[in-house]
């Protein structure tokens, strides 16, 4: 494996654990606020992203590459409201998206068109997942400080991410 590939694999990995504790600051954040249903969207989210993680040391080893396995940032833990919570949301996905892109050009810039092929499917899945994060920032935009609108909003808010997933 090339080593720059390697080293741009290697950030990604990190960028998913990272990400992955983030949802999960986030997650616990929401269950201590009461919201029950943003808390199990970010439980879930935090999950996923754990499973990008694990799924890129996989394939790095596959190709015989040397994973390292990162230390980890300590996560915001507290929000002003719903809309800094998924104001940061998507903020984080679309650096994600961006650090994807980034090992993408650089795929292509060396040749290796496997990697490239890999890490397509981190493309689609990104473009699921800021479609899912736009859409719920824009619910709350829309709803404003109204108690009632968030209240239906953690109620509904597994139901809206699976829509939109579905729309994709």
């Not at 954040?29 to 009461?34: I, L, R, S």
């Given at each position: 494996?090339?080593?720059t590939?390697e080293a741009?694999l290697n950030d990604?990995?990190?960028?998913?654990?990272?990400a992955?504790?983030?949802?999960l600051?986030?997650?616990s954040?929401?269950?201590?606020?009461?919201y029950?249903?943003?808390?199990e969207?970010?439980?879930?989210?935090?999950?996923e992203?754990?499973?990008?993680m694990?799924?890129?040391?996989?394939f790095v080893?596959?190709?015989?590459g040397k994973?390292?396995v990162?230390?980890?940032e300590?996560?915001k833990?507290?929000?002003e409201?719903?809309n800094?919570?998924f104001?940061?949301?998507l903020?984080?996905?679309?650096?994600?998206?961006?650090?994807?892109n980034?090992?993408?050009?650089?795929?292509?810039?060396k040749?290796?068109?496997?990697?490239?092929?890999?890490?397509?499917?981190?493309?689609?899945?990104?473009?699921?997942?800021?479609?899912?994060?736009r859409?719920?920032?824009?619910?709350?935009?829309?709803?404003?400080?109204?108690?009632s609108g968030?209240?239906?909003?953690?109620?509904?808010?597994?139901?809206?991410?699976?829509?939109?997933d579905?729309?994709?």
């Open positions: 494996m090339n080593k590939i741009l990604q990995i990190k960028y998913e654990a990272n992955s504790m983030h949802y600051a986030m997650a954040w929401a269950d201590a606020q009461g029950n249903g943003i808390a969207f970010f439980y879930k989210q935090s999950e992203e754990r499973v990008h694990t799924k890129l040391v996989k080893n596959e190709r015989s994973v390292i990162p230390a980890l300590k996560p833990e507290s929000f409201s719903l800094e919570l104001a940061d949301f903020k984080s996905e679309m650096f994600v998206t961006e650090q994807i980034h090992v993408i050009f650089e795929c292509l810039n040749k290796d068109y496997n990697v490239h092929n890999f890490m397509q499917w981190y493309v689609t899945e990104q473009l699921e997942e800021e479609a899912v994060a859409t719920l920032l824009d619910k709350l935009n829309i709803i404003g400080d109204d108690k968030h209240y239906m909003f953690d109620r509904d808010i597994n139901a809206i991410a699976l829509s939109v579905a729309e994709e």
